[in-house]
C-alpha cells in the first residue's frame, strides 16, 4: 500500500507493522534453538534495531524516503529468510 501510494487510512498502520513483522519473521527464522519466548523477544528486538540501522544509514548518506526504507527492509528480510533456508544447521 505505501509503495502504491493508496490513499487508505490502513496505509500507515500497515506499513509499520510489515516494518517490525517482516525482519521479525527472519531473525525468528534463524534462532530456531531458542525457547519460543526467548525467539520472539530476540526477533522484535532484532527487528527494531535492524529498522534504526537502516533509517540511520539512509539519513547518513541523506537519502531518506519512505519508499527507499520499505525496500531495504524488504531486501533485508528476503536475505535473511533465504539465507536460513539454504544454509544447513550444522548437528552438535
Known amino acids: 500500500m505505501a509503495l502504491a501510494d493508496s490513499g487508505s487510512p490502513l496505509r500507515g ?4 507493522f510489515f ?5 521479525a519473521t527472519a531473525i525468528g527464522a534463524a534462532l530456531r534453538g531458542l ?3 526467548g525467539r520472539t523477544l530476540a526477533a ?3 527487528a527494531i534495531v ?3 540501522l537502516v533509517a540511520q544509514g539512509m539519513l547518513a548518506v541523506h537519502r531518506w524516503s519512505v ?5 531495504a527492509m524488504t531486501v533485508i528480510s528476503f536475505l535473511l529468510l533465504l539465507s536460513c533456508v539454504t544454509v544447513k544447521p550444522t548437528k552438535r
Open 35 to 37: 525457547e519460543p519466548f
Open 44 to 46: 522484535v528486538a532484532g
Open 67 to 71: 519508499r527507499g526504507g520499505i525496500i
Open 19 to 23: 516494518l517490525l513483522a517482516a525482519p
Open 50 to 52: 535492524l529498522n534504526m
Open 13 to 16: 498502520p500497515l506499513t509499520l
